[in-house]
């Protein structure tokens, strides 16, 4: 049994592939706890070149805030799906750059198990667009389970 299970989602369609794996976890008793998790990028962990000097300290603000609303809301409405299941589901927004906040959280919270959706990319196009799920599964030390998207195409 699984005493901590952390699901980190972005608010795509494509993550919330994981979500009946976790259902089932749940339902078999194999999830004590059940944690969501999403990043809101924070404005100041985002590339955005000369752009950047034009925006004021308040206005970048707003942007983190407003991010961090919309993170809260989308992770109120996956687990309130969850929430008959019998595990408490728990909700925890973080800032940063995705792969190092939720590496840090995964050691940080003692969380025994990461559910995680994947493109399943391979060779350039991994290189090129980078892996979320791949960083997790090289820097925490839990078992990662990473679930494939529906339609994902092997060796993209």
């Given at each position: 049994?699984y005493q901590k299970v952390?699901v ?25 706890q ?18 950047s ?22 992770l109120d ?11 408490p ?5 973080l ?9 840090d ?13 994947t ?11 980078g ?9 925490t ?16």
């Amino acid at each position: 049994m699984y005493q901590k299970v952390m699901v980190p989602l972005d608010g795509s369609e494509l993550a919330e592939c994981v979500i009946p794996h976790v259902e089932s976890l749940i339902k078999s008793g194999q999830a004590k706890q059940v944690v969501l998790v999403r990043v809101a990028e924070s404005y100041d962990s985002l590339s955005w070149g000369q752009a950047s000097a034009y925006m004021g300290d308040e206005e970048k603000k707003n942007f983190d805030v407003s991010h961090q609303k919309v993170a809260r809301e989308y992770l109120d409405d996956i687990a309130s799906r969850l929430a008959s299941g019998g595990a408490p589901v728990e909700k925890m927004v973080l800032a940063g750059r995705a792969s190092e906040e939720l590496s840090d959280y995964a050691k940080k919270n003692k969380v025994d198990l990461v559910v995680i959706s994947t493109h399943g990319r391979s060779g350039v196009s991994r290189w090129v667009m980078g892996s979320v799920a791949d960083r997790l599964l090289r820097s925490t030390s839990a078992p990662v389970l990473m679930v494939r998207a529906p339609g994902c195409i092997p060796g993209m």
